[in-house]
T-cell receptor, first 117, second 116 residues
Framework: GAVVSQHPSRVICKSGTSVKIECRSL??????MFWYRQFPKQSLMLMAT?????????EQGVEKDKFLINHASLTLSTLTVTSAHPEDSSFYIC?????????????FGPGTRLTVL | AQSVTQLGSHVSVSEGALVLLRCNYS??????LFWYVQYPNQGLQLLLK??????LVKGINGFEAEFKKSETSFHLTKPSAHMSDAAEYFC??????????????FGKGTKLTVNP
């Protein structure tokens, strides 16, 4: 149980285009999902917290107009990187909390590697 | 700002040897502490966690960690390394877990190599 999927696993796009990444909780309902980015040889940095049915909360320094987050249902959150540039190339990882668990463990997806040319 | 320091970005051990991955944190209040493992092209998997109670925590795959408040440490150990333990390991903290915070702060990770 507690499986989180991400799609796509890899994406290559041209500079200036937008890319959408999906994060799904496959066998549980997630009221809260988190989006992280991971640069090579660096730790995961929290970008934003996404709550179902409400606006995402962004961490300091993260542009909300560039990284659009939509948490439309209890099993799906999407991250759209708008007008992507090479510096946005990174590994994006989502996690989801199981609302029925007593302790809100975060279950992580396998990540999406974004390369912007 | 709260921080997590993992000493050694790379650790190499022989199969059957002791594994010791170090983690120190800074937090002014009792934290929640975690170790995650990441295999190539996979998401993070929780190895073990400390929230309250017994300071020696046992996790999956034979790993354990001990919360030492006086040393602000949460080092990860395994008595005997296996080839399948080769992966990236992340220490993480919820700086104010008992206060209801849910934000994880991660260390930079330690890549463990196991030599035959």
């Amino acid at each position: 149980g507690a499986v989180v999927s991400q799609h796509p696993s890899r994406v290559i796009c041209k500079s200036g285009t937008s890319v959408k990444i999906e994060c799904r909780s496959l066998d549980f309902q997630a009221t809260t999902m988190f989006w992280y980015r991971q640069f090579p040889k660096q730790s995961l940095m929290l970008m934003a917290t996404s709550n179902e049915g409400s606006k995402a909360t962004y961490e300091q320094g993260v542009e909300k107009d560039k990284f659009l987050i939509n948490h439309a249902s209890l099993t799906l959150s999407t991250l759209t990187v708008t007008s992507a540039h090479p510096e946005d190339s990174s590994f994006y990882i989502c996690s989801a909390q199981d609302r029925l668990q007593i302790w809100d463990e975060q279950f992580f997806g396998p990540g999406t590697r974004l390369t912007v040319l | 700002a709260q921080s997590v320091t993992q000493l050694g970005s790379h650790v190499s051990v022989s199969e059957g040897a002791l594994v010791l991955l170090r983690c120190n944190y800074s937090s002014s209040v009792p934290p929640y502490l975690f170790w995650y493992v990441q295999y190539p092209n996979q998401g993070l998997q929780l190895l073990l966690k400390y929230t309250t109670g017994a300071t020696l925590v046992k996790g999956i795959n034979g790993f354990e960690a001990e919360f030492k408040k006086s040393e602000t440490s949460f080092h990860l150990t395994k008595p005997s390394a296996h080839m399948s333990d080769a992966a990236e390991y992340f220490c993480a903290v919820i700086p104010d877990g008992q206060g209801g915070s849910e934000k994880l702060v991660f260390g930079k990770g330690t890549k463990l190599t196991v030599n035959p």
